[in-house]
């Protein structure tokens, strides 16, 4: 073999290896279009966000919310994706955290957490941990530096009971009819959604938000 084809050989190998990954994502692309259709024109639902448990900036270009239950498998699955979306998006997303729970024994404690100002820490080891139950939901006071005598009054109060239901009757308001739900800039988007998937919506959102934006400061009138 000569110099140029030990040249060449590397140079065919790496194109051909971009030429799979735009194939590959633009086929992603086109099956996220036939499942959530498109940011231009999409049907968008006023969500209202409180003092539900969120992370990213309350600025960020995208907010996330997401209907979620520690119980089902899929919302397991999901919390990967929103760590990696979080990272991909740091500054530009935000993530809104609702309970839309079958079993409240899981959302109670994490509720319970987000009123001792450490939700997030307790809701991972929920999404980690392989089994939920009332000794899991002890262990995880420690890990997330929970008082654990306040961790076990708000559990067993009405208004961490109240809080629960609240989300859910937010959710069944607004149409949700499993979970994961995610409600993002407003647009529904249903179920377990990989990461590469998930990521082209948020892009989507992403571009909608600056050009709705370039629009408005464009508008006549403004300076």
Same mark, same amino acid.
Request: positive net charge.
């Given at each position: 073999?000569?110099?140029?084809?030990?040249? +060449?050989? /590397?140079?065919? %190998?790496?194109?051909?290896?971009? @030429?799979?990954?735009?194939?590959?994502?633009?086929?992603? #692309?086109?099956?996220?279009? *036939?499942?959530? @259709?498109?940011?231009?024109?999409?049907?968008?639902?006023? =969500?209202? =966000?409180?003092?539900?448990? *969120? *992370?990213? /900036?309350?600025?960020?270009?995208?907010?996330?919310? #997401?209907?979620?239950?520690?119980?089902?498998?899929?919302? +397991? &699955?999901?919390?990967?994706?929103?760590? $990696?979306?979080?990272?991909?998006?740091?500054?530009?997303?935000?993530? %809104?955290?609702?309970?839309?729970?079958? $079993?409240?024994?899981?959302? $109670?404690?994490?509720?319970?957490?987000?009123?001792?100002?450490?939700?997030?820490?307790?809701?991972?080891?929920?999404?980690?941990?392989?089994?939920?139950?009332?000794?899991?939901?002890?262990?995880?006071? @420690?890990?997330?530096?929970?008082?654990?005598?306040? !961790?076990?009054?708000? +559990?067993?109060?009405? #208004?961490?009971?109240?809080?629960?239901? #609240?989300?859910?009757?937010?959710? +069944?308001?607004?149409?949700?009819?499993?979970?994961?739900?995610?409600?993002?800039?407003? &647009? &529904?988007?249903? @179920?377990? !959604?990989?990461? /590469?998937?998930?990521?082209?919506?948020?892009?989507?959102?992403?571009?909608?938000?600056?050009?709705?934006?370039?629009?408005?400061?464009?508008? /006549?009138?403004?300076?």
């Amino acid at each position: 073999m000569g110099k140029k084809a030990v040249v +060449v050989l /590397p140079l065919v %190998v790496a194109l051909c290896a971009m @030429g799979a990954a735009t194939w590959r994502q633009r086929r992603v #692309e086109r099956r996220v279009i *036939q499942l959530a @259709g498109e940011a231009e024109g999409a049907t968008r639902q006023q =969500v209202p =966000v409180g003092d539900s448990p *969120q *992370q990213g /900036p309350r600025d960020a270009k995208v907010t996330v919310v #997401e209907f979620a239950d520690f119980h089902c498998g899929y919302c +397991v &699955r999901a919390a990967s994706v929103r760590r $990696r979306l979080l990272a991909r998006y740091a500054g530009r997303l935000r993530w %809104v955290f609702k309970s839309f729970a079958g $079993r409240p024994d899981a959302a $109670r404690a994490a509720m319970a957490a987000h009123a001792g100002g450490g939700f997030w820490a307790y809701a991972e080891g929920l999404f980690d941990a392989p089994r939920l139950g009332p000794r899991t939901f002890q262990r995880l006071v @420690g890990q997330a530096g929970l008082d654990g005598h306040r !961790f076990n009054e708000l +559990v067993a109060s009405e #208004e961490i009971a109240e809080r629960v239901e #609240e989300d859910r009757a937010l959710g +069944v308001q607004l149409g949700v009819k499993g979970t994961p739900t995610y409600f993002i800039n407003g &647009r &529904r988007i249903e @179920g377990y !959604f990989p990461f /590469p998937y998930l990521d082209v919506i948020v892009r989507q959102e992403l571009v909608f938000a600056s050009s709705a934006t370039a629009r408005r400061s464009s508008a /006549p009138g403004r300076h």
